[in-house]
């Protein structure tokens, strides 16, 4: 029998519930996948707590959008994919579970040498974090700025910027300088003083500024840094963006994302498959819990784990 995590009252993590769940059957242009590893997003603490506003729980609601695992069903009209593939996926309507119905244009084979939890700290981080840069076309000539630079979006931006060109200062904890050190950004400590060590570390100037951390010290220092408006983005403060003047994506924005937006956040998954098989683009991973403990996962997020998060089931 398959089992899912849900939920039926917005609250703490407690409110998050294994239940048994009909074996999924894929149906046309779908897959079955049994789930090796879901990943762990800020999103889904922030709507299960009910801090991001959402739609009525009308039912039980599924959670999570990211995962790695095992074909196990191919439905009618399925080319490419056959049952024993290892696959990761994205936008799935409820990872957090041991089986799950995919439609194939979420799904991608894993090269090897990719695991499960690699795959499963895939999908939102790093679609954010590339289809923010290319909003912004940061490339070669380009002091990037990072707020949020040891986090996973903040990563995922710190390494493709690296490897298209760009300088990246990138913020963190003082524990944390070493990671984003390591991608190839220059680390900087947020907190106090944040705008001086951001002008020391790049005397030249800062060109575009993506905010992932969502503080008011970020918004505020990202003001002071750089004039042009239209390449500071926020990922985090979209309901805040518009009085402030600066760009959003998602992260709260009324704004939905474009048509060409939603592509590059789809782009960036194979881009990112090909980077990692090649080991050209690293993920950290972090703590992994039992599906069953949903609720310690969602906590070890919100209390700012290092590294991906994962639901192992
Ligand atoms: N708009 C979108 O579509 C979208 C998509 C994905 C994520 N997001 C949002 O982006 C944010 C980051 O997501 P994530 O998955 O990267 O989370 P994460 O892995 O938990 O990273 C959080 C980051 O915030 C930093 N941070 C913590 N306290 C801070 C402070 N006081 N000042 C500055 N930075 C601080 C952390 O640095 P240390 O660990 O070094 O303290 C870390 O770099 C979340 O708010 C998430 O909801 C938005």
Do not use: C
């Not at 089992?3 to 993590?13: K, R």
Request: glycine letters at 12%; hydrophobic letters at 50%; zero cysteines.
């Amino acid at each position: 029998m398959a089992h899912a995590i849900v939920y039926s009252e917005f609250g703490g993590p407690e409110v998050l519930t294994l239940t048994e769940i009909p074996d999924p059957v894929p149906g046309s242009g779908e897959v079955a996948v049994r789930v090796e590893a879901a990943g762990v997003n800020p999103i889904e603490w922030k709507v299960r707590s009910g801090l991001r506003p959402s739609g009525p729980l009308t039912a039980p609601r599924r959670v999570g959008a990211d995962l790695g695992g095992v074909v196990t069903a191919v439905g009618p009209d399925v080319d490419g994919f056959r049952v024993g593939d290892r696959v990761v996926a994205l936008g799935v309507h409820g990872a957090y579970a041991t089986d799950v119905v995919v439609p194939v244009d979420k799904a991608h084979v894993l090269p090897a040498g990719v695991s499960a939890a690699e795959a499963a700290a895939l999908g939102i981080p790093i679609g954010t974090a590339y289809q923010a840069l290319r909003s912004l076309d940061v490339g070669a000539g380009d002091t990037l700025l990072v707020h949020g630079g040891s986090g996973a979006v903040g990563q995922a931006l710190i390494q493709f910027a690296v490897l298209w060109g760009a300088t990246v200062v990138a913020t963190s904890s003082e524990r944390r300088a070493g990671r984003v050190r390591a991608l190839g950004a220059i680390p900087v400590a947020y907190g106090d003083g944040l705008t001086d060590r951001v002008r020391e570390a790049a005397p030249q100037g800062v060109t575009a500024i993506i905010d992932a951390a969502g503080t008011d010290e970020a918004l505020q220092a990202s003001l002071e840094l750089l004039v042009d408006k239209r390449r500071i983005a926020t990922l985090v403060r979209g309901r805040d963006a518009a009085g402030l003047g600066i760009r959003a994506f998602s992260g709260g924005s009324p704004e939905p994302l474009t048509a060409q937006q939603l592509a590059w956040r789809a782009e960036a998954v194979p881009v990112a498959l090909a980077l990692l098989a090649a080991q050209a683009f690293s993920v950290e991973l972090g703590p992994s819990f039992p599906l069953a403990e949903a609720g310690r996962a969602q906590d070890a997020v919100f209390q700012g784990a290092d590294g991906k998060v994962v639901l192992v089931p």
